[in-house]
Nanobody
Framework: QVHIVESGGGLVQPGGSLKLSCVVSGRPFASLAVGWFRQTSGQERTLVARVMQGVGRAYYENFAKGRFTIRRDNAKNTVYLQIDNLKPDDTAIYYC?????????????????WGQGTQVTVSS
């Protein structure tokens, strides 16, 4: 069974930065595509970015291009999400998810394994 643990969330002022971490265990890490989603109250989980299996080509949703950077470290079984120039609209619970599906994976139902989430709050 895959186990996912996120960390790195917190309270940050607008314009600040955060680096979220996602540690994955239970399956060969390089075989998993990993995505970061976010969810606000009453809304569906929205994909932010994903990194594919192996060397990890990264894909970003349009709103995430420019301020979000996703990167995987296969030696550490970890995927990072760097968020720069944080805005109040970035306030959400950020979830890390993994899947064995190869190819286009953009919706939450295509990811089999989920962490508990980490809260990011952007406020002055």
């Amino acid at each position: 069974q895959v186990h996912i643990v996120e960390s790195g969330g917190g309270l940050v002022q607008p314009g600040g930065s955060l680096k979220l971490s996602c540690v994955v265990s239970g399956r060969p890490f390089a075989s998993l595509a990993v995505g970061w989603f976010r969810q606000t109250s009453g809304q569906e989980r929205t994909l932010v970015a994903r990194v594919m299996q192996g060397v990890g080509r990264a894909y970003y949703e349009n709103f995430a291009k420019g301020r979000f950077t996703i990167r995987r470290d296969n030696a550490k079984n970890t995927v990072y999400l760097q968020i720069d120039n944080l805005k109040p609209d970035d306030t959400a619970i950020y979830y890390c998810a993994a899947t064995t599906v190869i190819g286009l994976v953009r919706t939450s139902d295509m990811f089999d394994y989920w962490g508990q989430g980490t809260q990011v709050t952007v406020s002055s």
